[in-house]
């Protein structure tokens, strides 16, 4: 399968509508981030290489995007209050996969290296 380049202009413009009420126009996620809310739920994380995302292969960023967090992670069996709603009824898979590809382009060269490195461990346990 061949694998299409990225359009990090598109994320870029995409990150903005989509994502940065919550995540932020910088990256920089909500205040608190790492403490529930009253509601239990985590505020949004920041996308930036203060935050975790980068701890993520590229399949869990897209399902979380696509599916939502709750919806994500409950297809691997985890019991989890998230309040990342799902966006594949809003963006196409190509279009995640180019808000992604921004985030990620803003990241030092460790996280985009140790991430990579996660991606393709992932997808060699996968077979693919």
Same mark, same amino acid.
């Given at each position: 399968?061949?694998?299409?380049?990225?359009?990090?202009?598109? $994320?870029?413009?995409?990150?903005?509508?989509?994502?940065?009420?919550?995540? $932020?126009?910088?990256?920089?996620?909500?205040?608190? +981030?790492?403490?529930?809310?009253?509601?239990?739920?985590?505020?949004?994380?920041?996308?930036?290489?203060?935050?975790?995302? +980068?701890?993520?292969?590229?399949?869990?960023?897209?399902?979380?995007?696509?599916?939502?967090?709750?919806?994500?992670?409950?297809?691997?069996?985890?019991?989890?209050?998230?309040?990342?709603?799902?966006? $594949?009824?809003?963006?196409?898979?190509?279009?995640?996969?180019?808000?992604?590809?921004?985030?990620?382009?803003? +990241?030092?060269?460790?996280?985009?290296?140790?991430?990579?490195?996660?991606?393709?461990?992932?997808?060699?346990?996968?077979?693919?």
């Amino acid at each position: 399968m061949l694998s299409r380049r990225a359009d990090l202009a598109e $994320g870029a413009r995409l990150y903005q509508v989509y994502c940065a009420a919550c995540h $932020g126009a910088n990256l920089e996620g909500q205040p608190d +981030w790492q403490s529930p809310g009253p509601d239990g739920v985590l505020p949004a994380p920041p996308h930036d290489e203060t935050g975790h995302t +980068w701890h993520h292969s590229d399949r869990v960023l897209f399902d979380y995007t696509r599916l939502g967090g709750q919806a994500a992670l409950a297809a691997q069996g985890v019991d989890f209050a998230s309040g990342m709603p799902g966006f $594949g009824d809003q963006l196409t898979d190509d279009q995640i996969r180019n808000i992604l590809a921004y985030i990620k382009s803003t +990241w030092p060269e460790r996280e985009r290296r140790i991430q990579a490195e996660r991606s393709a461990v992932e997808r060699q346990v996968d077979g693919g």
